[in-house]
């Protein structure tokens, strides 16, 4: 295993093109990778479709890329104090998925796992079951979800060494874990880079395997 490519945000917003689908870690904008975002809504990229938690805060987040017009899509599981994401939906600017919280979780962590999808009974009998397949288990209905995947995730660490190999801060692990294994280009921002060896085996909370760029380390 090599040592993990170390680029800036600028040339980290440039892999991702018009029309992409792309995975942002983050919890209202709690380890979200902000430089990233900043250096996307520079460069303009449009039609986006966004999978993410939440539609971040005002001037946060995920939230920069609504007001610069950017996403297509969100797909997401709160947006509920973004009052710019409402705004765009009403007016019919913007596609919105909501999802339950711990089925986009699962459904991100399955697209990272190879699975074909998985059963949950949340959303039975409501909206998020329509046009969903309902399967009947030992006399129980279960909605069938599928997996998300995304052609890029960027994510948020706290330390990553030479080799990609990440380890968050508190809270900020979030999503960010499943969604570096769930995108077929992983770009990681990160506070501080270290040599290898330097994390300790059991602190390491995201391999170094799912991660192709590594952003940032001047803090």
Known sequence: ???????????????????????????????????????????????LTIICNDAGLPGRGTEK?????????????????????????????????????????????????????????????????EGKKVIEIDGKDYLLEKPLKADVSIIKGHIADEFGNIRYRGSTRNFNPMMATAADIVIAEVDKIVPAGSIGPEFVETPGIYVDYIVGGEA
């Open 1 to 47: 295993m090599g040592r993990t490519r170390q680029i800036n945000a600028k040339a980290a917003a440039s892999m991702i093109k018009d029309g992409m689908t792309v995975m942002i870690g983050g919890f209202m904008a709690n380890g979200t990778p902000e430089a990233i975002i900043d250096a996307l809504v520079e460069a303009g990229t449009k039609d």
């Open 65 to 129: 890329l609504l007001q610069n017009k950017q996403i297509k899509k969100l797909i997401a599981s709160h947006v509920g104090l973004t009052p710019e994401c409402g705004r765009q939906y009403s007016e019919g600017e913007l596609e919105l998925e909501l999802t339950p919280q711990g089925t986009l979780a699962e459904k991100i962590r399955s697209g990272g796992a190879g699975l074909g999808g998985f059963l949950t009974p949340t959303g039975i009998g409501t909206i998020v079951a």
